[in-house]
């Protein structure tokens, strides 16, 4: 019998959306199975203040999930993460990992922002554009974070959705318009959501056909990210470039 790897999900109190997304990928894969269980930290509005209030929550939902036994946890709030500065992702996930250290627990330590970071360094990307939901100042600190991991934003957009359950709610067309009227010219790789709670998987497939560029969101990012680290293949049908199966070599 296939074993269970349970995946474990700290998601901000609004997000619908993650709970979602990640688990319809991780139910393709071919050779797992999977269960999640999440711990929410409150957030209505996507704002500086609300998200350090929120980060503030961490320790209990971390000491939740270490009760459940997670093999895996992700910390799911990109720019929770990104909005404290550069290279927060790291000093997080390392506070994580010492903390479930203590209680005895050893599950592999992911954010949605590391994994943003990972799925573009497996893509080989270093110039690449992307699609936001939030508030133009909290959209310019992720740009920024992600020039400090050493990429090239060639261009973005900011939607403006301030409250996260909104986010939640944006239609695809509105995040599909968004992109077309991004100057991809040299760009490698798109971002079509750097958001987990803005819904994307409808949107992989259909982004790569009509721009020709990999195209992966902070959900397929995690989903990728959360493979890898519980040793599993990162191949999922119809998820984009990210987690398509690698050609066969030929003699």
Not at 42 to 59: I, T, Y
Not at 201 to 216: Q, R, S
Request: net charge negative; proline share 6%; hydrophobic share 45%.
């Amino acid at each position: 019998m296939t074993a269970v790897h349970r995946i474990g999900l700290i998601v901000p109190s609004s997000n619908v959306t993650v709970e979602t997304e990640v688990p319809a990928l991780l139910a393709r894969h071919r050779g797992a199975r999977f269960s999640f269980h999440s711990s929410r930290m409150r957030m209505h509005r996507v704002s500086p203040e609300e998200l350090r209030a929120m980060n503030a929550q961490r320790e209990r939902c971390v000491d939740e999930l270490a009760d459940a036994g997670v093999d895996a946890l992700l910390y799911a709030c990109l720019v929770a993460l990104m909005a404290q500065g550069p290279g927060e992702h790291r000093r997080t996930e390392k506070a994580v990992t010492g903390r479930l250290a203590r209680s005895g627990r050893r599950p592999a330590v992911l954010s949605s922002a590391g994994a943003l970071v990972e799925g573009l360094q497996a893509l080989g990307a270093r110039r690449i554009a992307l699609v936001t939901p939030y508030l133009r100042p909290l959209a310019e600190q992720v740009v920024g974070y992600l020039r400090a991991e050493g990429f090239d934003v060639v261009d973005w957009a900011a939607l403006e959705v301030g409250d996260n359950a909104e986010v939640g709610c944006i239609p695809g067309d509105r995040v599909m318009a968004a992109a077309r009227g991004l100057d991809l010219d040299g760009a490698d790789a798109l971002v079509i959501s750097a958001c987990v709670q803005m819904p994307s998987l409808g949107l992989i497939t259909a982004a790569e056909e009509e721009f020709g560029l990999p195209v992966l969101s902070a959900a397929t990012a995690g989903a990728y990210s959360l493979l890898r680290h519980l040793g599993l293949p990162p191949e999922l049908p119809d998820a984009g470039r990210l987690l398509a199966a690698p050609l066969p070599s030929h003699p």
